[in-house]
T-cell receptor
Framework: KQEVTQIPAALSVPEGENLVLNCSFTDSAIYNLQWFRQDPGKGLTSLLLIQSSQREQTSGRLNASLDKSSGRSTLYIAASQPGDSATYLCAVHGSSNTGKLIFGQGTTLQVKP | DAGVTQSPTHLIKTRGQQVTLRCSPKSGHDTVSWYQQALGQGPQFIFQYYEEEERQRGNFPDRFSGHQFPNYSSELNVNALLLGDSALYLC????????????FGPGTRLTVT
């Protein structure tokens, strides 16, 4: 059974700091992995999608990496800003014949001015 | 281009009642999935609809049922509401069954009293 874990559960950093959010999964046989952002009480915004054949994806100040063999993904945020404060969720798409995403519990990030 | 839309935004129901939530997928998407997100948790997969049929189901009781219409919009119905059904219900759409990036709506906050 696939399980997704995100550590830490919460993180507080000063503005301008570079930071890394971690996501681990127990079954390396994944199809793809998505990182999402969620603001309080709101829906999910897709940040990056990494296919299983890819090692990383970049969008602006965000970079996501994937290491299937070790069951890990990281989301790197450069030069953090207060507007980056939100909960970040990673989700694994287990195989090509399922639409089910399996989510971690998220990391809540606070960037202080 | 409208994204995924959901209605209503908020809903308060009493234990034992029934509720219907609605979702319109992103333009060009024909597959709709529903997720339940309890406070402080990651979303949990309920089921996925394609071509008006339930294609995959998560670990939810039969009190949870759904429907997809010819225009790809979808409804989630929950019967005999329990206090534990209080959550944010998220709809996601994708351009093809099983595969492809999933796009989420803003969610419906259901409170059961």
């Amino acid at each position: 059974k696939q399980e997704v874990t995100q550590i830490p559960a919460a993180l507080s950093v000063p503005e301008g700091e570079n930071l890394v959010l971690n996501c681990s999964f127990t079954d390396s046989a994944i199809y793809n992995l998505q990182w999402f952002r969620q603001d309080p009480g709101k829906g999910l915004t897709s940040l990056l999608l990494i296919q299983s054949s890819q090692r990383e994806q970049t969008s602006g100040r965000l970079n996501a990496s994937l290491d299937k063999s070790s069951g890990r993904s990281t989301l790197y945020i450069a030069a953090s800003q207060p507007g980056d404060s939100a909960t970040y969720l990673c989700a694994v798409h287990g195989s090509s014949n399922t639409g089910k995403l399996i989510f971690g519990q998220g990391t809540t990030l606070q960037v202080k001015p | 281009d409208a994204g995924v839309t959901q209605s209503p935004t908020h809903l308060i129901k009493t234990r034992g009642q029934q509720v219907t939530l609605r979702c319109s997928p992103k333009s060009g998407h024909d597959t709709v999935s529903w997720y339940q997100q309890a406070l402080g948790q990651g979303p949990q997969f309920i089921f996925q609809y394609y071509e008006e049929e339930e294609r995959q189901r998560g670990n939810f009781p039969d009190r949870f049922s759904g429907h997809q219409f010819p225009n790809y919009s979808s409804e989630l119905n929950v019967n005999a509401l329990l206090l534990g059904d209080s959550a944010l219900y998220l709809c996601a759409s994708s351009p093809e069954l099983y595969l492809g990036e999933q796009y989420f709506g803003p969610g419906t906050r259901l409170t059961v009293t």
